[in-house]
């Protein structure tokens, strides 16, 4: 069973940043896919980011391209979410995906985190 747990949700002012951290408990870390999606009240979860197995690649949301990026520590079992020039579009709960690909499709994700909140200030 693949647990993951994420932190370093909080509040910040916009135009700040944040570092969101995704500890995963699996023997199998490095075969995984790796995604982040959030969900603001109200709202529908969307896509934010997602990394492949290896980290060659990336795939990121229009709305958090050059703002966002997303990396992997294998040896670590960690995926972050660096969050710069946050906006107040950006509030909403995080989270952390595993699945075997890198896509937005949240379906196709099989675990997911518990999700940490990150609320953008005007």
């Known amino acids: 069973q693949v647990q993951l747990v994420e932190s370093g949700g909080g509040l910040v002012q916009a135009g700040g940043s944040l570092r969101l951290s995704c500890t995963a408990s699996t023997r199998t870390f490095s075969n995984f896919a790796m995604g982040w999606f959030r969900q603001a009240p109200g709202a529908e979860r969307e896509f934010v980011a997602a990394?492949?197995?290896?980290?060659?690649?990336?795939v990121y949301a229009d709305s958090v391209k050059g703002r966002f990026t997303i990396s992997r520590d294998n040896a670590e079992k960690m995926v972050y979410l660096q969050m710069n020039s946050l906006k107040p579009e950006d509030t909403a709960v995080y989270y952390c995906a595993a699945g075997p690909w890198a896509v937005v499709a949240s379906a196709e994700y099989d675990y997911w985190g518990q999700g940490t909140q990150v609320t953008v200030t005007s």
């Open positions: 990394i492949s197995w290896s980290g060659g690649s990336t």
